[in-house]
């Protein structure tokens, strides 16, 4: 049996890196417990209200932030605030799914496209891997934060 686990990112800004996260994988935030959220309503307004009620301090309400697959699919996402900067190369990172499939120039294109995507929400494109004979490319990323990601 398969144990459920859930990715963490140690962060500076967890809600800024959980927004960035939310609109490249296709995530969700959840709503705070016992508080329903309707269609058209912001979950992290709802945090907002749902933490000041129960008395964090407005210095203390971005330490942590979360994503859930609205399809159940995928691991839940987790962003730690921590007091240190980013080091060193990440030794574990996601390799986003922007070609599922594609081979060739057709998959290249795709990425290209997606590349497109992720910087306008404040990726940074660092380098293209490509290799003669070999179909499978992938373009290397960091987040706002510097952490690496691959576009594959």
């Excluded at 996601?94 to 496209?113: F, H, I, K, N, Q």
């Amino acid at each position: 049996m398969a144990l459920e686990f859930q990715v963490t990112f140690d962060c500076a800004d967890p809600r800024t890196l959980s927004m960035f996260w939310r609109d490249v994988l296709g995530y969700v935030h959840p709503a705070p417990p016992g508080v329903e959220v309707g269609p058209n309503d912001d979950p992290l307004d709802a945090w907002e209200e749902f933490l000041e009620k129960v008395g964090v301090p407005p210095e203390e309400r971005n330490s942590s932030s979360a994503l859930i697959d609205p399809d159940g699919r995928g691991p839940r996402i987790f962003f730690q605030q921590v007091p240190e900067p980013k080091q060193v190369k990440n030794r574990l990172h996601l390799d986003v799914r922007g070609a599922p499939g594609l081979t060739g120039d057709e998959r290249m294109a795709s990425l290209e496209a997606e590349c497109e995507r992720v910087v306008g929400l404040g990726a940074t494109r660092v380098h293209r891997f490509e290799a003669e004979g070999i179909e499978q490319g992938f373009i290397l990323m960091h987040d706002p934060e510097g952490n690496e990601f691959c576009l594959d």
